[in-house]
């Protein structure tokens, strides 16, 4: 069998691949503009640092979105440590009003705000499944067992209903 590390993607590769899904990953812990992009940054050199100890026991994009989730959850205590981030944030500032929006741009940006009202566990798992992780997968990402996930879901799934309810 042909080592893994021989045939592990460069980093420029992963980006290319999982660019957006790390970009949607950095804005569901991040709303502020500059620390979303440092945060970003960060995800991108956890990645570089991480890639070479993929063996492939899960799926490339599995590994990628576990390292950005570890780097995410790592961002959001340290800046609540600092005291420059509530983890329950309901109503973050883009810098773009909602006159400027389409409907759907307007809807998107309500479900990643009530996305990061979440608790962190909650949060996590939802992010992986709006970017069409599998519970299994999700559970491999995070370290958890599937019925956890699939438990956190349905609480998180129950809560955004009835924020979004309350707001549609």
Known sequence: MADQADVAPGIEAVLGEHGSMLSRIAASYESNPSRREDLLQEISVALW???PRW??????????????????VSHVVRQARIGEVAIDEQHPDDGRGPERHAE???????????????????RQVVVLALEGFAQREIGEALGLQENTVAQRLSRARQQLREWLGVDA
């Open 104 to 122: 759907r741009g307007q809807h998107r940006e309500r479900l990643v705000a009530a996305v990061r009202r979440l608790p962190l566990g909650q």
């Open 55 to 72: 063996r492939g026991e899960a799926s490339l994009r599995t590994f990628v979105a576990r390292v950005a989730h570890n780097r995410a």
């Open 49 to 51: 640092r991480a890639l």
